[in-house]
């Protein structure tokens, strides 16, 4: 059985941090690239950061970049997104997934095939 649980969201100022975790079990987790998406209401979910299933390589939203880091422990069987200077805008649910083998595309969701539940990020100002 597969399971994604975020974790780590909360309510910040402008300017301040938080660190996202997303554990991920049933899954060859060492074979697999991952994925953070998040979703602001009225809005449809948007792809934020990708990391590969090494670790090596990450690629970012343009308006995250310099801000957002993900990286991953594959003795833990998690990923982390640590957010730093967060924005209003960054107020989402932000959404961890498992991407899909075989796919040529990161940046949608439908590449994806394994989701946690999400967790909330609100950001005032």
């Known amino acids: 059985q597969v399971q994604v649980v975020e974790s780590g969201g909360g309510l910040v100022q402008a300017g301040g941090s938080l660190r996202l975790a997303c554990a991920a079990s049933?899954?060859?987790?060492?074979?697999?690239?991952m994925g953070w998406f998040r979703q602001a209401p009225g809005k449809e979910r948007e792809f934020v950061s990708w990391i590969s299933s090494s670790g090596r390589s990450t690629i970012y939203l343009d308006s995250v970049k310099g801000r957002f880091t993900a990286s991953r422990d594959i003795t833990k069987n998690t990923v982390y997104l640590q957010m730093n200077s967060l924005k209003p805008e960054d107020t989402a649910v932000y959404y961890c997934?498992?991407?899909?083998?075989?796919?040529?595309?990161?940046?949608?969701?439908?590449?994806?095939?394994?989701w946690g539940q999400g967790t909330q990020v609100t950001v005032s100002s």
């Open positions: 997934a498992v991407r899909r083998f075989g796919t040529t595309s990161i940046y949608s969701p439908h590449e994806y095939t394994y």
């Open positions: 049933g899954v060859s987790f060492s074979n697999s690239d």
